[in-house]
């Protein structure tokens, strides 16, 4: 093979690895590098499977009582220890915005400006609150199931009560 096709065949892989966002299918994770899998718990769902470093951000979104809170967690797998994969859970973002319907019943029921601005404080704390905010140790099985779960419920702090998780 002569130098000119060898540099040829070295330039197509690299721009083939650069035009698909980075290192081909079969190449992993080098050692520290953590895989980034956006807002896709899917991807953390396979990362877990071996408790591979890797973050997702999780929004969930309900409208509750005449309010649409969303609330945005960042899941970090940082590896493995014993058997057990070891996951940092934080609070990102909580708001709260009142419905037209629930704003107008608080507006007919006397409620000021800053009233309502108090309450809805009130209730982005109280969210904040009852988030968790810690690390866990999972079995990879027990925390594919914690993410599949996550996809349709909130994160809240009564989920990790009995479990091997510190913080708050």
């Given amino acids: 093979m002569t130098v000119p096709r060898i540099r040829l065949m070295l330039l197509t892989c690299v721009v083939a690895a650069l035009a698909c966002g980075g290192p081909g299918p079969d190449s992993s994770p080098e050692p520290g590098d953590q895989v980034e899998c956006g807002e896709d718990l899917t991807c953390l769902q396979e990362t877990s499977a071996d408790c591979t470093p890797s973050v997702v951000i999780h929004s969930s979104e309900d409208i509750l009582a005449g309010m649409d809170i969303s609330i945005e967690t960042r899941i970090t ?4 220890e ?3 994969c070891l996951v940092t859970i934080q609070t990102v973002s909580a708001e709260l915005e009142y419905t037209a319907d629930r704003l107008h ?3 007919e029921s006397g409620y ?4 309502i601005e108090s309450q809805r404080q009130g209730f982005i704390a109280d969210i904040r609150s009852n988030s968790f905010n810690g690390t866990c140790r999972f ?3 027990d925390l594919s199931t914690s993410l599949q779960y996550w996809e ?3 994160i809240e702090d009564t989920y990790f009560a009995g479990k091997d998780c510190s913080g708050d």
Avoid: C, V
Avoid at 112 to 115: G, L, T
């Fill in 105 to 107: 019943q608080m507006q």
């Fill in 139 to 141: 079995i990879p099985d």
């Fill in 112 to 115: 000021s400006a800053e009233d």
């Fill in 77 to 80: 797998i940082t590896g493995e």
């Fill in 82 to 84: 014993d058997g057990r």
């Fill in 152 to 154: 349709t419920h909130p």
